[in-house]
């Protein structure tokens, strides 16, 4: 049996268009993919897009992996309540929540969503340059930074 190929104008007919045997979950797996423009340049077939990897090969979580990194390396001048309960945050950087990471510092973005090269806080860090205090961040927590940072730098 021959099957007519997906198409966006059977939708537009006012009617649920499936062709007859198809699950709705491969359907759905179709709309996504080609709504992404994925699809196998050979066969025509939804492809589903390449998944961000980090360090350990699953996607990069902000609050999983990168926030205690943070918690461990810079909280102490950049998101730690100190002794007289304020909030420290040198150069206005809060590094405990992301949307005060997102607003950077005073002296403007310190990270580039998609772009670790052209992000502050990251070359901040290789240099060696942060933290000011303590060890040196290891170069396996500069690649989780780096790998969320290149994933968009998502608030997952």
Known sequence: MTRKPFSPSRLSRGRRARPSGAPWSVLVFAAVALTLG?????????????????????????????????????AQCHGAVGEDGEVRTEVS??????????????FGPVVEAGSAENSFLLEMIVEGNMPEEGDPVPEDEIEVIRAWIEAGAPNN
């Open 38 to 74: 994925g699809a196998d340049s050979r066969s025509g077939a939804p492809v589903a897009p390449p998944a961000e990897e980090g360090a350990a090969g699953d996607t990069v979580s902000f609050v999983n992996d990168v926030l205690p990194i943070f918690q461990n390396r810079c």
């Open 93 to 106: 950087l809060n590094l405990l929540e992301y949307e005060r990471i997102m607003m950077g510092s005073e």
